[in-house]
């Protein structure tokens, strides 16, 4: 038999362990309204105000502010009662947040339920706190949230910058709508602004065996609605360990809020108890913070004025310099063919590289959007070095404003500042012709339209030649001045180097004035640019759009090093038809092909009198004349040979015999003066 003592000291020995399981297990309910004396378990910024409000965060950036129960809870099915599932909760808080900025807030807070108190690594921002990039999304968290996030967050899938969200160890929510609450007398739900300042509740609600999670939001004065606002189908038991803490984290980053948490009720395998909100502690008030906001403002204005006042002398002659142009009192009469240098300045983002569309011996060409019309165009900087001739190239300029053809782009107008003069034409969104023939990666024109490009540029070099009231010289046909628009439309493009002359005069002698490749042999000679030397370039266009190369490449061999070489060898040797575009695959229509190559070869004879005019090459491409068979014994291009005193007049040297690695055959030249 057990004697009185030992029996006495049994039940002493058991009441003590009954007493020490009391203390070391959570009661399956609380409710706190304000948590002065709660002992919370606080890290980070988070504290409690002396009136029982608990701050998670300031405003203060890039910080975390944490606030846990400070006993887990045990969620082991074995703990669980027959009636009851261990897995169940119910929860209902009051919170607040003060936006830093009242149309911007940073970043949330989350009511978490997590196996540990301690989130190695966490970082704040959009994280809230509980990941980072590498933990954020892994099974062995063990974590449930649920956000009211104020900042969108893109790499999470968010929508916007005003939601809850239902999260599973991770960030990337199960579910999520924009924050509102369920109307009882409007019958409808309302939309509520997490930023706003205004104190709210939240109700979450878990039940184990419906395996179902309800979240519930609404102003503070508002009981909670029948219809949650989430509602999402979730087993906990595969995310919830034995031991589990509950409590609050949150964080700011860039931009931040006061996080506040009024009141808390907690309920395991139970309905939570309702807050009384009349003992809720009032938040701070905002007034003092305002005062502060406001002074700040008023000095950094004040502040400003003065730095405003004493540099705006600085800023005037500073921005002066940067649009200063030259402007003459001979340039009035031209009125709004004359650009202002600001505005094609701001039309091309300051000439930025990114904004850059080519570039080549005579200048780079910007895109732009004219601020005043939100017009596309694209600019040309030339440099001038010398005014000799000016105002005789501004008349030029000018007068070919007001040429007006379908297949021409147009010359909008002019700009001069310093040494540099300003070209403005239309903007063709597909570019250059050379872009489609020689670059790769870029779509193949077929056949039908090279021939419809051949067309357009010839018509427009018609109707400069013979149709305008003045003849128009462009001296710079080739590819790479051939432009598209977005339909494919053929435009010949860039006038810097064009010339004009009455009708029935002659034109003068000048400098040799063009591109490598294309320049016609009495060219390099005399330097007298003439209609009959347009269709010379437009010869080895013409070769240059069928065979589907440059004229001049050095890296080929022999006879094939020049194009018009090239062709008219393969024409004398009956296989002209070889030099056809490889990426054609031999889609296309053998008498036009025969026709081009035949028609470019007669095009760029040395002879000026042998070559067609320009009408006559339309009359060819129509089919409305036969092409003649012109004698090519003897025929000797040297389109590239420039001679020797030529060059010097010039001062352009030309590497000697076959080696023209030294030349580009798409950079235009011009030598002093026009």
């Known amino acids: ?225 029948e219809k949650p606002l989430l509602s999402r189908k979730l087993d906990l038991s595969l995310i919830f360990l034995d031991s589990m803490y509950i409590g609050f984290s949150s964080s700011t980053g860039a931009v ?126 030339v440099s001038h070095g010398s005014q000799q001739g000016m105002k005789e190239f501004v008349a030029e300029i000018v007068s070919m404003g007001r040429l007006r053809h379908r297949n021409l782009v147009q010359l909008l107008g002019y700009c001069r500042r310093k040494g540099e003069l300003l070209l403005v034409y239309d903007y063709m969104p597909n570019g250059s012709l050379d872009k489609f023939l020689f670059r790769r990666n870029t779509p193949t024109l077929n056949w039908v339209q090279r021939y419809q490009i051949l067309k357009g540029v010839a018509s427009a070099l018609v109707y400069l030649h013979e149709e305008w009231e003045q003849v128009v010289i462009h001296r710079d046909v080739k590819a790479s001045n051939a432009l598209l628009d977005a339909d494919l439309n053929r435009r010949l493009g860039d006038f810097g180097l064009a010339k004009l002359y009455d009708r029935g005069s002659t034109p003068q002698t000048t400098c040799i004035v063009g591109t490598v490749g294309y320049l016609a042999p009495e060219v390099t000679r005399t330097g007298k640019a003439t209609t009959s030397s347009d269709v010379c370039a437009f010869g080895t266009f013409m070769l240059e759009v069928a065979c589907g190369r440059k004229p001049v490449e050095a890296e080929r061999q022999g006879e094939e090093i020049i194009l018009v070489d090239w062709v008219l060898d393969c024409y004398r040797r009956g296989v002209i038809l070889e030099t056809s575009d490889p990426k054609l695959q031999g889609n296309y229509i053998v008498e036009e092909m025969e026709l081009v190559l035949k028609l470019g070869l007669l095009c760029v004879q040395p002879i000026p009198a042998a070559r067609p005019i320009m009408r006559q090459v339309i009359q060819y491409l129509d089919g409305d004349a036969i092409l003649p068979q012109a004698p090519m014994d003897g025929f000797a291009i040297g389109l590239i040979t420039v001679s020797q005193e030529a060059a010097r007049d010039c001062s352009l040297s030309f590497p000697e015999s076959n080696d023209y690695s030294g030349l580009s055959s798409t950079d235009s030249i011009l030598c002093y003066g026009r």
């Not at 099915?77 to 009242?102: H, W």
């Not at 009511?111 to 990941?131: E, M, N, R």
């Not at 967050?153 to 910058?161: N, P």
Request: aromatic fraction near 12%; charged fraction near 20%; include cysteine.
């Open 1 to 225: 038999m057990i004697s009185a003592v030992k029996l006495q000291n049994i039940l002493f020995c058991l009441s003590v362990t009954l007493k020490f399981l009391a203390l070391a297990q959570p009661e399956n309910q609380f409710i706190y309204h304000g948590f002065n004396g709660a002992n919370l378990n606080l890290n980070g910024a988070a504290k409690v105000h002396s009136n029982g409000l608990l701050e998670l965060t300031n405003i203060s950036y890039q910080q975390i502010g944490r606030a846990f129960f400070p006993i887990p809870f045990n969620f082991s099915k074995s703990f669980s009662n027959s009636s009851q599932s261990s897995f169940s909760f119910s929860t209902n808080f009051a919170f607040a947040i003060v936006p830093e900025r009242p149309d911007l807030g940073g970043h949330g807070i989350a009511f978490t339920i997590s196996p540990s108190v301690q989130f190695t690594g966490a970082l704040a921002t959009q994280y809230f706190g509980l990941f980072n990039s590498t933990s954020n999304g892994l099974s062995s968290n063990h974590v449930f949230a649920v956000e009211l996030d104020t900042l969108l967050t893109t790499e999470f899938g968010e929508k916007d910058d005003n939601h809850v969200g239902i999260d599973v160890n991770g960030l990337t929510s199960d579910a999520s709508a924009l924050v509102a609450y369920y109307s009882e007398e409007e019958r409808q739900n309302k939309n509520l602004k997490l930023i706003s300042g205004n104190e709210m509740q939240v109700w979450i609600d878990y039940d184990d065996v419906e395996k179902l999670i309800n979240v519930t939001l609404a102003p503070i004065a508002i009981k909670k609605p």
């Open 256 to 381: 931040a809020s006061h996080h506040y948490i009024l009141g808390w009720s907690f309920n395991k395998n139970g309905q939570a108890q309702n807050l009384d909100i009349s003992k809720l502690p009032p938040l701070p008030s905002q007034r003092n913070s305002t005062k502060t906001r406001n002074l700040r403002i008023i000095i950094a204005s004040v502040t400003a004025i003065i730095l405003l006042m004493l540099i705006t002398g600085a800023v005037y002659i500073v921005r002066r310099k940067k649009y200063e142009e030259l402007r003459e009192d001979w340039e009035k009469e031209y009125g709004p063919q004359r650009f202002s240098y600001e505005e094609l300045y701001k039309a091309t983002k300051g000439f930025k590289d990114k904004e850059l569309l080519g570039f080549g011996g005579f200048g780079r060409v910007y895109r732009g959007v004219l601020p005043s019309s939100n017009t596309q165009v694209a600019v040309k900087k």
